[in-house]
């Protein structure tokens, strides 16, 4: 089995060289549209909206890295031949996060929380997935969720998006009125640990005998026994210093369900759910075992690009897909080459704070 020694040893070199060329590549081939629409107007988008901050992702700019394993049950060989589903344990490096491009914003119930896991493989592949709180997502297309970052963009007096604009955006797009409408019935829970990720977008899975079937995931947190660890009050950080205490108290672990889709079911559309009479597996146990503050060796330099994919797993016809591609690999580019200050989160000041 690959140790997560060895494999931390060689993920800060080559983090985001192959995805940065994977997203590259998709772009080139104009799989990013309109042709107007390049990851760097994308990117210069997210800091017109959010401020520039050296060093920090342009989305999902606050987190906090992971560690631990993904114990596979061998039932995922049924629908895939990625080795990653094959029976035994394979390390995970993970990242927590909030959506939104201020790496020090206030942590608040409703904002949109990320779970991101790379998966070492022992035949050197690796299986790259961001995850997110909600159960669809709320732009069909980039050109939408382009749109739709101008449009939310709070007013310096009010720290709320400008209604006007919200409205005509909204009255363009039908597909994110039905997915606000699908995402209101799922209230989030009250911290990470017990929060449902989902990968919103489809993929196709092919088995040893070559069937291929579309798939989308997600990581369901198991139910834990024992007593519950201590709160502590509201502060601007304590989403993820409940997460920091839950870690060191026990391990946090999440059952990774295959969803089967059908026929007529969209792979294209990530506002569209599938229905939930679709057959699912149990593909076995992710497991986070640690977290670090962000630095130079752990998840802060890793690009968490969702088109990195072992043999058995591609992407689906879903257009968000080489878009995030692509983005995400202008973003690592941006930041790699920039300064970087500490993170807003310190698990060091948690612990000691115990």
Same mark, same amino acid.
């Given at each position: 089995m690959l140790t997560r020694r060895g494999a931390l040893i060689g993920m800060t070199a080559v983090a985001g060289i192959a995805a940065a060329d994977v997203g590259g590549f998709l772009y080139s081939g104009g799989r990013l549209t309109p042709s107007a629409l390049t990851p760097t107007r994308f990117a210069d988008r997210f800091e017109q909206v959010y401020g520039h901050h050296d060093?920090?992702?342009?989305?999902?700019a606050k987190g906090l890295s992971a560690a631990g394993t993904f114990a596979s049950n061998g039932a995922g060989v049924a629908v895939c031949e990625a080795s990653v589903f094959t029976t035994g344990t394979v390390p995970v +490096?993970?990242?927590f996060s909030l959506s939104g491009g201020i790496p020090d914003q206030v942590d608040k119930p409703d904002t949109i929380r990320g779970l991101a896991l790379v998966f070492l493989l022992p035949n050197g592949e690796q299986w790259r997935t961001a995850m997110i709180n909600i159960p669809v997502f709320l732009d069909s297309t980039p050109e939408g969720f382009y749109e739709r970052?101008?449009? /939310?963009k709070p007013l310096p007096d009010s720290g709320q998006p400008d209604p006007r604009k919200m409205d005509a955006f909204l009255s363009r797009h039908p597909e994110t009125v039905n997915a606000?409408? +699908? +995402?209101k019935q799922y #209230? #989030? /829970?009250p911290g990470f640990d017990d929060s449902t990720f989902h990968g919103i977008n489809a993929f196709y899975f092919t088995n040893g005998a070559g069937t291929?079937? #579309?798939?989308?995931? /997600?990581?369901?947190p198991e139910p834990h026994t024992g007593p519950e660890v201590p709160s502590r009050s509201a502060d601007r950080d304590s989403l993820?210093?409940?997460l920091i205490r839950a870690v060191a108290h026990r391990p946090l672990a999440w059952r990774l369900i295959l969803t089967i889709g059908q026929q007529g079911d969209p792979t294209n559309d990530a506002t569209q759910p599938w229905p939930n009479s679709r057959p699912s597996i149990d593909a076995g146990t992710v497991t986070i075992d640690a977290v670090q503050t962000e630095a130079a060796g752990n998840a802060r330099d890793i690009n968490f690009d969702p088109i990195v994919l072992p043999d058995g797993i591609a992407a689906s016809d879903d257009p968000l897909l080489s878009a995030r591609s692509a983005v995400y690999a202008r973003s690592f580019t941006r930041r790699a080459g920039e300064p970087k200050r500490p993170s807003e989160v310190n698990v060091t000041r948690?612990?000691?704070?115990?």
């Open positions: 060093g920090f992702r342009r989305n999902h +490096i993970g990242r970052l101008l449009a /939310s606000m409408k +699908i +995402i #209230p #989030p /829970s291929t079937v #579309p798939v989308r995931w /997600s990581a369901v993820f210093d409940a948690v612990l000691d704070e115990q």
